[in-house]
C-alpha cells in the first residue's frame, strides 16, 4: 500500500478508506503523508521522544472529517483509540497520548512557545502541532492550494460569505501572534515564508 506506516493491511485500508469520506480536497491521506515529511525532517533534527506516538497521531488525526461538525478532533481520537487498541498492546504505545495529542489539534492558533512546559516531553508537543501547520510556510503555489482546498471542504456547509470572514479572522489571528510555530525549528525555517503566505492570503493580493 505504498510507503510503510507501521499499520498491518487491514488497519491501514480502515483508515485510508476513513480518509475517503467524504472526498476531501485537503485534508486527505495526501496531507498525512506531507505531514509525515515533516516528521521525518523533525526525527533527523531535534529528535522525536515518542516517535511512535507522534507518527499514529498524525496517521489519524484526520481521520473523522466533516465540515459541518466541530468535533472532528475529538472523533478521530475516539477511532484512533478503538483502532490502535485493537491491533497494538498497551506496553507497545501510548494510546491515550496519542488521543491527546490528535485533540489538541482542534486548537491550532491557540497555543505559544510557553506552553507545555509541564508536559513529559514538550518539544514532541510543539513540533507535533508546528508539523500540522508546517503548510503555512510552504512555497506560495503550495500554500495557494491549500487555502483553495479549505475553501472547497466547507463550500455547500458553510454561508461563502461567512467562510471568508471567519477565515481571514483566523489568518489574521495568525499573522498578529509574535510566534507563528511553537518550536525554533519550525520558527527559524518557516516564519517567513508563512508570514508572506498569510499577508498575501489576507489582503487577496495573490
Not at 124 to 148: E, N, S
Amino acid at each position: 500500500m505504498g510507503e510503510d506506516h507501521g499499520l498491518d493491511v487491514q488497519q491501514e485500508a480502515r483508515l485510508r478508506e476513513a480518509y475517503a469520506r467524504p472526498p476531501r480536497a485537503y485534508h486527505n491521506f495526501g496531507h498525512v503523508e506531507e505531514v509525515m515529511r515533516h516528521v521525518d525532517a523533525v526525527a533527523d533534527g531535534p529528535g522525536w521522544r515518542q516517535p511512535r506516538e507522534v507518527r499514529l497521531a498524525v496517521l489519524y488525526h484526520d481521520a473523522i472529517y466533516e465540515p459541518s461538525r466541530h468535533d472532528n478532533e475529538a472523533r478521530s481520537a475516539a477511532f484512533a483509540r478503538a483502532e490502535i487498541g485493537a491491533a497494538m498492546s498497551r506496553e507497545d504505545v501510548d494510546v491515550e497520548r496519542v488521543a491527546w495529542l490528535i485533540e489538541l489539534t482542534a486548537r491550532h492558533g491557540q497555543f505559544g512557545p510557553a506552553d507545555f512546559a509541564d508536559d513529559a516531553h514538550p518539544g514532541d508537543v510543539r513540533h507535533f502541532l508546528d508539523c500540522d501547520m508546517a503548510i503555512l510556510g510552504a512555497a506560495p503555489d503550495a500554500f495557494d492550494a491549500y487555502d483553495r482546498g479549505i475553501a472547497s471542504e466547507y463550500r455547500g456547509h458553510v454561508p461563502g460569505w461567512l467562510f471568508r470572514i471567519n477565515r481571514r479572522r483566523f489568518l489574521k489571528g495568525l499573522l498578529a501572534k509574535e510566534r507563528i510555530f511553537l518550536s525554533d525549528f519550525f520558527h527559524e525555517r518557516l516564519d517567513a515564508r508563512a508570514r508572506a503566505n498569510l499577508r498575501r492570503a489576507v489582503t487577496g493580493k495573490r
